[in-house]
């Protein structure tokens, strides 16, 4: 076989350019939210005052508040949702009305959040309900579920049926095959799902726009109507602080995954 090529110097500074490009950004992001200047572009040296007006920024926190509940609520229905269309999609492969169900699930992949929005901006008016906290968390819920089934189900398509039709062999119903076999094998997924599912609700601004109501904005929102008088250094702040969040989530969710992952493969031969 031919052996594989060390990286080039090109490979290397294309691939330092890119991540420049990504992370370069954030990077500034960060090192201006200790700025103690009021002027962004300005730097004034380290503080940490930026931090303490968020902290006493009352509709700040609200709107900071208002987006966890959400964001948590939205990825753990979409989690719980998503995963059982997963397991429908991959186990029923010749029920009626398959391809129209999946077509279904998966439109809000390639649908734009506008049209997303407006359509359920009129679905509330027309069921005259009151846009808050659970408009939202629906909104956000649709739109988060299709990513959720997509990698719970990449996860059901590589995993070995066998194992499952092994355990109903030895005596187990069907269900709690599922949840002691196949559940613990696809754990890894379905957290990746959930925190796949709450990092886009934490960032969503188009749909959460249309579904929102008096009183219960969420951080996008606010962070938006705020940057459009001019970007202040106490938005620096915050998103720093919801970097280190997701940050924070990531590394929970990888621990996680490898815990459930290890408990999968060492419960699996039983």
């Given at each position: 076989?031919?052996?594989?090529?060390?990286?080039?110097?090109?490979?290397?500074?294309?691939?330092?350019?890119?991540?420049?490009?990504?992370?370069?950004?954030?990077?500034?992001?960060?090192?201006?939210?200790?700025?103690?200047?009021?002027?962004?572009?300005?730097?004034g040296?380290?503080?940490?005052?930026?931090?303490?007006?968020?902290?006493?920024?009352?509709?700040?926190?609200e709107?900071?508040?208002?987006?966890?509940?959400?964001?948590?609520?939205?990825?753990?229905?979409?989690?719980?949702?998503g995963?059982?269309?997963?397991?429908?999609?991959?186990?029923?492969?010749?029920?009626?009305g398959?391809?129209?169900?999946?077509?279904?699930?998966?439109?809000p992949?390639?649908?734009?959040?506008?049209?997303?929005g407006?359509?359920l901006?009129?679905?509330?008016?027309a069921l005259?309900?009151?846009?808050?906290?659970?408009?939202?968390?629906?909104a956000?819920?649709?739109?988060?579920?299709?990513?959720?089934?997509?990698?719970?189900?990449?996860?059901?398509?590589?995993?070995?049926?066998?194992?499952?039709?092994?355990?109903?062999d030895?005596?187990?119903?069907?269900v709690?095959?599922?949840?002691s076999?196949t559940?613990?094998?696809?754990a890894?997924?379905?957290?990746?799902?959930?925190?796949?599912?709450?990092?886009?609700?934490?960032?969503d601004?188009?749909?959460?726009?249309?579904?929102?109501?008096?009183?219960?904005?969420?951080l996008?929102?606010?962070?938006?109507?705020?940057?459009?008088?001019?970007?202040?250094?106490?938005?620096?702040?915050i998103?720093?602080?919801?970097?280190?969040?997701?940050?924070?989530?990531?590394?929970?969710a990888?621990?996680?995954?490898?815990?459930?992952?290890?408990?999968?493969?060492?419960?699996?031969?039983l």
């Open positions: 076989m031919r052996k594989i090529s060390r990286l080039s110097r090109f490979n290397i500074a294309s691939l330092a350019l890119g991540l420049a490009f990504l992370y370069l950004p954030i990077l500034i992001l960060v090192i201006y939210s200790f700025n103690a200047s009021r002027l962004v572009t300005v730097w040296g380290w503080s940490l005052r930026w931090y303490h007006e968020f902290f006493g920024d009352r509709a700040m926190i709107a900071s508040w208002m987006s966890l509940r959400v964001a948590v609520a939205s990825a753990t229905i979409a989690t719980l949702i995963t059982l269309a997963a397991v429908a999609l991959s186990r029923g492969e010749g029920f009626r398959r391809t129209l169900f999946s077509g279904m699930l998966y439109a992949l390639v649908m734009p959040e506008v049209i997303t407006l359509s901006l009129l679905l509330f008016v005259n309900a009151e846009r808050g906290f659970w408009t939202v968390t629906i956000h819920t649709t739109l988060t579920m299709c990513f959720v089934a997509v990698v719970v189900q990449s996860r059901l398509g590589s995993l070995d049926r066998s194992l499952e039709e092994a355990a109903m030895l005596g187990c119903a069907p709690r095959a599922f949840l076999v559940l613990p094998l696809i890894p997924a379905i957290v990746a799902g959930w925190m796949l599912a709450f990092t886009l609700s934490l960032d601004l188009v749909i959460a726009s249309f579904t929102t109501g008096p009183g219960s904005a969420t996008p929102i606010r962070i938006y109507s705020e940057v459009r008088l001019g970007v202040k250094p106490e938005i620096n702040a998103c720093t602080l919801v970097i280190a969040l997701i940050a924070v989530v990531i590394v929970i990888s621990l996680a995954s490898k815990l459930s992952s290890s408990q999968g493969e060492s419960a699996a031969p």
